[in-house]
């Protein structure tokens, strides 16, 4: 079992050994792997700090999610309006 408190989603870049995560549910919470497992390790330890630090600032800190879910997916285009 993947001990995660917040739903997290994993992308897949152009480059094979480099993978961006992000959670929807925890604003402002992104980071980088160079695995699936690798960024499901830096998840579980970086949600934890992201969460002290909004706790430190006064932030409101979202509920967990008692259901979360890991999505892998290949990494959306950006659309920028010229």
């Not at 980088?32 to 499901?40: A, L, M, R």
Request: proline share 5%; charged share 30%.
């Amino acid at each position: 079992m993947i001990d995660i408190e917040y739903s997290l989603i994993i992308e897949a870049t152009k480059e094979p050994d480099y993978f961006g995560f992000y959670s929807t549910e925890l604003k402002g919470f992104t980071g980088i792997g160079h695995s699936i497992e690798d960024c499901i390790y830096k998840a579980k330890c970086g949600m934890k700090e992201h969460i002290s630090l909004l706790k430190e600032r006064g932030l409101p800190v979202p509920l967990k999610n008692s259901e979360p879910k890991i999505i892998i997916q290949n990494q959306k285009e950006l659309k920028i309006a010229v």
